[in-house]
């Protein structure tokens, strides 16, 4: 039976990625690069023709079987005799593939290259194909979050800064800054992806045995470029005996801030669901627990999840940051750190996951969730129309109001509003019985402007027209992908 366990708690394994990153599928790549090294060398005529036929569709279906556990055992195994084990993961994947191998073709197998000719573009082969399921997670997510904008785009909410009341704002406004930020990172996430290199330089990257034995150029073939090239790879420009860390390492950095703008929607979701605030909940599944103790409580499980995967990323990515520099030009001090950088994609890939989440009638998580509109305009009536403040003082100085503005809402209207005051509007008028100025400038202001700031529901600005253009241009990305 397969170990197809992926890096990262147990807990959150999901099974997109398993093909991919799964333990024992992890060999898969690195007999893929030294397949397409074998087959290079048959173009280059260095393999005779009549050897090459000898890997036929059967030998080479085994050579893909061959898993990392069957490495492991060859590299390290204790039961093995003494002299068998290699102590070395490649050279045992070398021993094993010439096992499965006619004798003819056997010596060529891993000619002309060195270990991270193959771990490191075996690695770049695993990031691209497991990018294909975060690109189709993240579609699916940004569809979602598109309907959720426009069907809450003119839902008025009290917006807020410093956990405090602010100004009115929608709801859809706010799915769209999510989008938005999803957008952003998802499209940096393509582009770095399409910018992930490999490698087939030899040893120290100068491409030494193949240019001194005349392996490159034969037939007109740069060997390199053909062994990538049937990879559907790049080269790097120039490498040591690794690659250069950036392209991964932007790649990487691009799926951490992609993972944060998914962070931020789990944050702001579990304080809507807050009891006092309620403006938001998850949906409660049949049979689905709150507490072990306390029966009435529904919990942010799925938001919790989300905040929760950002803050593992960040620990994450320290490991590649912490792999951007390799003594003389390269050391084995990186090449742990490296086995767990998939586990950034698996906690992201959890994240789109929870998102997508489905019930019962195959609707995502992201979909399902319930905005309690009678909740929204409760909490944006509190304070009545105090949070108007900032129109009111804009207006004034607009209109004429030649003093401080601010300072007349601040310290004189506002302190009377709940004293004797019912409305800020109320208070304004009553300072202005006692200063002319102040009353000439609330004269001059239009009616218009004057029943916008008895109403916090009409003080949205752009908010609802932002929805749509951003809901416009993650429509563009539907269309584009």
């Given at each position: 039976m397969s170990n197809l366990a992926l890096p990262g708690n147990p807990r959150y394994q999901p099974c997109d990625l398993m093909p991919v990153f799964g333990y024992d599928d992890l060999a898969r790549t690195l007999v893929e690069v030294e397949l397409a090294a074998l087959r290079t060398l048959g173009d280059a005529l260095v393999i005779e023709q009549v050897d090459l036929d000898l890997l036929t569709p059967d030998i080479e279906a085994k050579l893909i079987a061959i898993t990392m556990s069957e490495i492991d055992r060859v590299e390290r195994n204790d039961t093995l005799e003494y002299g068998k084990k290699t102590r070395h993961d490649i050279r045992a994947l070398v021993r094993i593939m010439q096992e499965v191998i006619p004798t003819p073709l056997q010596r060529w197998v891993h000619v002309p290259l060195t270990s991270y000719?193959?771990?490191?573009?075996?690695?770049?082969?695993q990031f691209v194909?497991?990018?294909?399921?975060?690109?189709t997670k993240a579609y699916v997510v940004i569809r979602c979050f598109r309907d959720q904008a426009m069907r809450y785009a003119e839902e008025v909410q009290i917006g807020r800064t410093h956990g405090q009341h602010a100004l009115p704002i929608t709801v859809g406004f706010w799915f769209a800054t999510i989008l938005n930020r999803v957008l952003f990172n998802i499209e940096q996430a393509n582009q770095y992806a399409d910018g992930l290199v490999g490698k087939i330089s030899g040893a120290v990257g100068a491409y030494n045995a193949q240019a001194e034995l005349g392996i490159t150029g034969r037939s007109g073939i740069v060997f390199e470029d053909r062994v990538l090239e049937r990879l559907g790879l790049k080269p790097a420009p120039i490498s040591t005996q690794i690659l250069p860390p950036e392209p991964l390492a932007y790649y990487l950095?691009?799926?951490?801030?992609?993972?944060?703008?998914?962070?931020?929607?789990?944050?702001?979701?579990?304080?809507?669901?807050?009891?006092?605030?309620?403006e938001l909940a998850e949906p409660f599944e049949q049979g689905q627990v709150g507490s072990s103790t306390m029966a009435h409580k529904r919990n942010p499980l799925h938001f919790e999840n989300l905040e929760g995967m950002w803050k593992k990323n960040i620990a994450e990515f320290l490991k590649v940051l912490l792999s951007m520099i390799s003594e003389h030009q390269r050391d084995l001090v990186g090449s742990?750190?490296?086995?767990?950088?998939p586990t950034l994609i698996v906690n992201l890939t959890y994240q789109l996951d929870t998102l997508l989440r489905q019930d019962a009638d195959g609707t995502?998580?992201?979909?399902?969730?319930?905005?309690?509109t009678q909740a929204c305009r409760r909490n944006l009536a509190m304070q009545g129309d105090s949070i108007l403040a900032e129109p009111f003082y804009l207006a004034l100085q607009m209109y004429g109001y030649e003093g401080d503005a601010h300072a007349v809402i601040n310290h004189k209207a506002l302190p009377l509003v709940g004293h004797g005051m019912p409305t800020l509007f109320a208070a304004v008028k009553q300072v202005a019985w006692h200063d002319d100025e102040l009353s000439a400038a609330l004269d001059r202001i239009p009616s218009d402007v004057i029943k916008l700031l008895q109403d916090p529901v009409n003080y949205?600005?752009?908010?609802k027209n932002k929805v749509w253009q951003i809901c416009e241009r993650a429509e563009d990305y539907l269309t584009q992908h």
């Amino acid at each position: 039976m397969s170990n197809l366990a992926l890096p990262g708690n147990p807990r959150y394994q999901p099974c997109d990625l398993m093909p991919v990153f799964g333990y024992d599928d992890l060999a898969r790549t690195l007999v893929e690069v030294e397949l397409a090294a074998l087959r290079t060398l048959g173009d280059a005529l260095v393999i005779e023709q009549v050897d090459l036929d000898l890997l036929t569709p059967d030998i080479e279906a085994k050579l893909i079987a061959i898993t990392m556990s069957e490495i492991d055992r060859v590299e390290r195994n204790d039961t093995l005799e003494y002299g068998k084990k290699t102590r070395h993961d490649i050279r045992a994947l070398v021993r094993i593939m010439q096992e499965v191998i006619p004798t003819p073709l056997q010596r060529w197998v891993h000619v002309p290259l060195t270990s991270y000719d193959v771990i490191d573009t075996a690695r770049t082969l695993q990031f691209v194909r497991a990018h294909h399921v975060v690109q189709t997670k993240a579609y699916v997510v940004i569809r979602c979050f598109r309907d959720q904008a426009m069907r809450y785009a003119e839902e008025v909410q009290i917006g807020r800064t410093h956990g405090q009341h602010a100004l009115p704002i929608t709801v859809g406004f706010w799915f769209a800054t999510i989008l938005n930020r999803v957008l952003f990172n998802i499209e940096q996430a393509n582009q770095y992806a399409d910018g992930l290199v490999g490698k087939i330089s030899g040893a120290v990257g100068a491409y030494n045995a193949q240019a001194e034995l005349g392996i490159t150029g034969r037939s007109g073939i740069v060997f390199e470029d053909r062994v990538l090239e049937r990879l559907g790879l790049k080269p790097a420009p120039i490498s040591t005996q690794i690659l250069p860390p950036e392209p991964l390492a932007y790649y990487l950095y691009s799926c951490l801030v992609l993972s944060a703008s998914l962070g931020q929607f789990g944050c702001d979701g579990r304080h809507l669901m807050r009891t006092e605030i309620a403006e938001l909940a998850e949906p409660f599944e049949q049979g689905q627990v709150g507490s072990s103790t306390m029966a009435h409580k529904r919990n942010p499980l799925h938001f919790e999840n989300l905040e929760g995967m950002w803050k593992k990323n960040i620990a994450e990515f320290l490991k590649v940051l912490l792999s951007m520099i390799s003594e003389h030009q390269r050391d084995l001090v990186g090449s742990s750190l490296a086995r767990d950088f998939p586990t950034l994609i698996v906690n992201l890939t959890y994240q789109l996951d929870t998102l997508l989440r489905q019930d019962a009638d195959g609707t995502p998580f992201l979909s399902r969730i319930v905005v309690d509109t009678q909740a929204c305009r409760r909490n944006l009536a509190m304070q009545g129309d105090s949070i108007l403040a900032e129109p009111f003082y804009l207006a004034l100085q607009m209109y004429g109001y030649e003093g401080d503005a601010h300072a007349v809402i601040n310290h004189k209207a506002l302190p009377l509003v709940g004293h004797g005051m019912p409305t800020l509007f109320a208070a304004v008028k009553q300072v202005a019985w006692h200063d002319d100025e102040l009353s000439a400038a609330l004269d001059r202001i239009p009616s218009d402007v004057i029943k916008l700031l008895q109403d916090p529901v009409n003080y949205v600005g752009r908010a609802k027209n932002k929805v749509w253009q951003i809901c416009e241009r993650a429509e563009d990305y539907l269309t584009q992908h």
